[in-house]
């Protein structure tokens, strides 16, 4: 079995910053991609960022310049430096690790922004 488990999320003001973290572990044999999404109250599921074990990342539109993903590839963990931080990124935040066939979620944390 495969447990994926985030860290980090809480309340802060408007311009504030968080570090979300996600490590994987259990069975683990290769860890493709590894990042996060989030899910916000009426909103769709939205890709925040994602890495791959070759370092290639990739941000949504909407935190580009704010937020920056990386990973320790020995670790099997991956995270999330958001800064800036506005109201509207006030979400579940889940992060998931893609190995072979099968992706891997973990339980969601919640980061809530302050106006």
């Known amino acids: 079995q495969v447990q994926v488990v985030e860290s980090g999320g809480g309340l802060v003001q408007t311009g504030g910053s968080l570090r979300l973290s996600c490590v994987a572990s259990?069975?683990?044999?290769?860890?493709?991609?590894m990042g996060w999404y989030r899910q916000a109250p009426g909103k769709q599921c939205e890709l925040v960022a994602r890495?791959?074990?070759?370092?290639?990342?990739t941000y949504a539109d909407s935190v580009k310049g704010r937020f920056t993903i990386s990973r320790d590839n020995a670790k099997n963990a991956v995270f999330l430096q958001m800064n800036n931080l506005r109201p509207e990124d006030t979400a579940v935040y889940y992060c998931?690790?893609?190995?072979?066939?099968?992706?891997?979620w973990g339980q969601g944390t919640q980061v809530t922004v302050s106006s």
């Open positions: 998931y690790a893609d190995m072979v066939y099968q992706r891997y």
């Open positions: 259990g069975s683990i044999f290769s860890i493709n991609v």
């Open positions: 890495i791959t074990s070759g370092g290639t990342i």
